[in-house]
């Protein structure tokens, strides 16, 4: 009954040697952050916020040095949601927003005892984007795409249960998530979480099929809000 809270992108490039990539600090690129690669298995790398405000969204690259060049691997996610689903069961605790002082292991695909990690964009709570700006502008697009997203959804529950309630209003929201081309995975994990709840409701009685209902509507409610609030304050620095 979440809804995705991360964009994720992973990109591989065999390019020819060049100078190791150094260990980003605030000091050297301007990050309010480290970053480096962990030793052991299964591969990881350690993002450190070394700054004052949460870190909301990042994008970092691995080299790995290859027989023929060097081999790159980007990585990026955006998870500014995790303030309203950071709590719930199943969260990923990689997706979850960094807090000052705070370090998270991130997965990656590879990273061979002589690979580096260079720190490419981050997003704070406050809006402000860090490094590059087509990395930055990914992530805005993309909260402005899921801010409309997640209006349409919030905006259906509101509807349903201005006139309806309990099973009635379950009934038309399933209508309502199922109709229409736009398949956005807002839209996709409401439906599934009005499926559930009407399973849950066979069981139950009226009352208590109109509060789930209720809850999971207000759940909706925050992350539009939340979405609301990151992103039309981007500040590009």
Known sequence: MTLAVSLTLATT???????????????????????????GSPARVELTNTGTLPITAWSFTVATP???????????????????TGNLPGALPHLDRIMPGQSRA???????????????ALILQD???LGDPAALKTFFDHRATEREQLRQVADAFRTVL????????????????????????????AREAVDA????????????????????????????????AHSPKQRYL
């Open 13 to 39: 490039l065999l390019l020819p040697a060049s100078p190791q990539l150094a260990e980003v600090r605030q000091s050297e690129g301007g990050f309010p952050a480290t970053i480096r690669v962990m030793p």
């Open 66 to 84: 290859t027989a023929t060049g060097v081999h790159r691997e980007g990585h990026s996610a955006d998870v500014y949601l995790s303030e309203v």
């Open 106 to 120: 991130l997965p990656v695909d590879a990273a061979g005892a002589d690979a580096s990690v260079q720190l490419t």
């Open 127 to 129: 809006g402000t984007g």
């Open 162 to 189: 201005a006139s309806k309630r309990g099973m009635a209003a379950l009934e038309d929201l399933r209508q309502r998530l199922q109709s229409g081309t736009d398949e956005s995975e807002p839209r996709r994990t």
């Open 197 to 228: 709840l009407l399973q849950k409701a066979k069981a139950g009685s009226e009352d208590d099929v109109d509060r789930s209902v209720r809850t999971y509507a207000d759940f909706v409610a925050k992350q539009y809000e939340t979405a609301v």
